[in-house]
């Protein structure tokens, strides 16, 4: 069982920049990927980026590419994910996942934080 527990969501202004935390208790398998996925209001939730726990290897959704950056603390249990850049389309609940796949998709995922809301106004 793992638990993760999100935070740092906020209210922003278009080109603003937040700091994403995810703090995770329970076991976390080497191979796992730390994933953060985004919901926005109306729509399904969509990939944003994931890290693996072992070695740091990243993808990124097209959309966070050269804006978001996800990394993560070992020692720590904690992944985050920079936002630079904010826009409005932007504007979601952003869920921090742990999965055994190092996926895209939210089915490769088996645990899930609550959300922490990130607004973006223009």
């Known amino acids: 069982q ?31 990927g730390m994933g953060w996925f985004r919901q926005p209001p109306g729509k399904e939730r969509e990939f944003v980026a994931v ?35 904010l826009k409005p389309e932007d504007t979601a609940v952003y869920y921090c996942a742990a999965g055994p796949f190092w996926a895209r998709s939210s089915t490769g995922y088996d645990y899930w934080g609550q959300g922490t809301q990130v607004t973006v106004s223009s």
């Open 2 to 32: 793992v638990q993760l527990v999100e935070s740092g969501g906020g209210l922003v202004q278009a080109g603003d920049s937040l700091r994403l935390s995810c703090a995770a208790s329970g076991r976390i398998f080497s191979s796992y």
């Open 51 to 85: 890290i693996a726990w072992t070695g740091g290897r990243t993808a990124y959704a097209d959309s966070s590419k050269g804006r978001f950056t996800i990394s993560r603390d070992n020692a720590k249990n904690m992944v985050y994910l920079q936002m630079n850049s």
